[in-house]
T-cell receptor, first 115, second 113 residues
């Protein structure tokens, strides 16, 4: 069964460093998402992406964050200058369509620790 | 703004007992409703969802959930718990026309032998 994959599974970085989290969505899906879960808190929506542009984003998704689909398979989340509070589990998801009853399929997550 | 509340961050039941995980949402217009399960070191896996039609929906692994509009609830149940059901369960909603999922805080289910 097709699945969403994410790399790396864990990443440790120093405050102020740039990090890139990578995701390979399910191949025929057109909508891509990033969510994050800070330890002990809810899973929060960051951004959705369709047709090479951001279609929806939350207040969390400020200028420090960016997303890109650099090729036909990868979808990346970049954090330009990491802060301690960016430490979280980051989930990538994808879906065939963007609204309605479409299921979003999630990857296993990347655990980011900012020191 | 839409919010989702899962009553109980930890639920513990005996093997073979009824599992009941509660979920309430806040919007007056019924959204699309989802339950996801997360096993250790894995992603969020869809258990079941409600979109329209029959309010009792069946999912994988013997789970089912009932949408009750009057109570703005979408509680998850399983008649007989199995050790393999131990996991974290997330209720999520999506407003019609929106893309983002709004999650509850999750409920960790423990099964006692």
């Amino acid at each position: 069964e097709p699945e969403v994959t994410q790399t790396p599974s864990h990443q440790v970085t120093q405050m102020g460093q740039e990090v890139i989290l990578r995701c390979v969505p399910i191949s025929n899906h057109l909508y891509f998402y990033w969510y994050r879960q800070i330890l002990g808190q809810k899973v929060e929506f960051l951004v959705s992406f369709y047709n090479n542009e951001i279609s929806e984003k939350s207040e969390i998704f400020d200028d420090q964050f960016s997303v890109e689909r650099p090729d036909g398979s990868n979808f990346t989340l970049k954090i330009r200058s990491t802060k301690l509070e960016d430490s979280a589990m980051y989930f990538c998801a994808s879906s065939e369509a963007g609204v309605g009853e479409e299921t979003q399929y999630f990857g296993p997550g990347t655990r980011l620790l900012v020191l | 703004a839409q919010s989702v509340t899962q009553l109980g961050s930890h639920v513990s039941v005996s093997e073979g007992a009824l599992v009941l995980l509660r979920c309430n949402y806040s919007s007056s217009v019924p959204p699309y409703l989802f339950w996801y399960v997360q096993y250790p070191n894995q992603g969020l896996q869809l258990l079941l969802k409600y979109t329209t039609g029959a309010t009792l929906v069946k999912g994988i692994n013997g789970f089912e959930a009932e949408f009750k509009k009057s109570e703005t609830s979408f509680h998850l149940t399983k008649p007989s718990a199995h050790m393999s059901d131990a996991a974290e369960y997330f209720c999520a909603v999506r407003n019609r026309g929106a893309q983002k999922l709004v999650f509850g805080q999750g409920t960790r289910l423990t099964i006692n032998p």
